[in-house]
């Protein structure tokens, strides 16, 4: 099975994404991570991006798509990804159906975290304390957050025409969240 975790920045998609990984035995793709990898290791791609990121704009669709591909396309993680943090844009989720649809896959569920403002803003600064994110403080995370919200929508859309999309109450406590996830996730297990 492959998901899509959905949400603004803080909402707790990676929290969500590492107790699904463990639950289903998936495999968490998280193009954040891999972006601010390449930040970590110097290399081209992240000289080019570092700046970007720490503006709290978005890379270019190009540029994660790249990165995506090489997973998509790995055996290894065939139907058993979970899409955290990507696709932000509607161009990016055009692609991902293209790239499912090319190596005979396809996305079995969409959950939305759904989470204010005020909560971001808040655990973003925990979050910069914890892990000292370079994009974490609180004028970055309103900018993403706005960010977020402009190119939010029209993903929404796209996947609100198919019955994959479900919202998620991310204000709930961790493992409120677990559960809701879960069975979520065990409904659509019946079918597949
Ligand atoms: P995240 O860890 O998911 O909050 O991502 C951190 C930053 O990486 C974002 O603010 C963007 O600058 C960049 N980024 C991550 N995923 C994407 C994506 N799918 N498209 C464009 N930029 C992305």
Do not use: C
Request: hydrophobic share 35%; charged share 30%.
């Amino acid at each position: 099975m492959n998901i899509v975790i959905f949400g603004p920045p803080g909402a707790g998609k990676g929290t969500q994404s590492k107790f699904i990984v463990n639950k289903f035995n998936l495999y968490q793709l998280s193009t954040g991570d891999l972006l601010r990898k390449e930040i970590k290791d110097k290399t081209q791609l992240g000289s080019e991006i570092s700046s970007i990121i720490n503006s709290g704009e978005l890379v270019s669709d190009k540029i994660v798509s790249n990165l995506i591909e090489k997973f998509v396309s790995n055996e290894t993680y065939r139907h058993k990804i979970i899409f955290d943090g990507y696709p932000r844009t509607l161009n990016q989720a055009k692609n991902l159906d293209n790239l499912l649809k090319k190596y005979k896959q396809k996305i079995d569920i969409v959950l939305k975290l759904s989470v204010s403002l005020e909560t971001i803003k808040k655990r973003i600064l925990e979050r910069q304390i914890r892990e000292q994110r370079t994009d974490d403080n609180e004028e970055i995370a309103i900018k993403r957050y706005k960010t977020y919200e402009k190119s939010s929508e029209p993903v929404i859309d796209y996947y609100k025409k198919s019955n994959l999309f479900k919202v998620v109450n991310g204000e709930a406590g961790i493992s409120e969240i677990n559960s809701e996830i879960s069975g979520l996730i065990d409904t659509i297990k019946g079918w597949l």
